[in-house]
């Protein structure tokens, strides 16, 4: 079992930046994959940005260039930077993990509102 918890989420106004944080209740090394998900109002959850295995990430097109995640493996935590923030990146976030097995975990989410 794995859970997850995110911080981080809020108000911005256009060309803001937030920092999203997902804790983990186990050591990142055990963890397959994992990442951000997104999901806006009236759309379907979309990938944002994911450690794959080993260091790799994945990024969404979107969000390339604006958004960094990363990772504080002492901490289990992964982060993600959100940078020059627009209207269109407003959604709830979401943290997913992944093992192995083929299991995976979802945190509670955490709502990012990008609004002036």
């Known amino acids: 079992q794995v859970q997850l918890v995110e911080s981080g989420g809020g108000l911005v106004q256009p060309g803001g930046s937030l920092r999203l944080s997902c804790a983990t209740s186990?050591?990142?090394?055990?963890?397959?994959?994992m990442g951000w998900y997104r999901q806006a109002p009236g759309k379907q959850r979309e990938l944002v940005a994911v450690f794959t295995s080993g260091s790799n990430t994945n990024y969404a097109d979107s969000v390339k260039g604006r958004f960094i995640i990363s990772r504080d493996n002492a901490k289990n935590t992964v982060y993600l930077q959100m940078t020059s923030l627009k209207p269109e990146d407003t959604a709830v976030y979401y943290c997913n993990a992944g093992l192995i097995s083929g299991e995976t975990y979802w945190g509670q989410g955490t709502q990012v509102t990008v609004s002036s």
């Open positions: 186990r050591s990142i090394f055990t963890i397959y994959h």
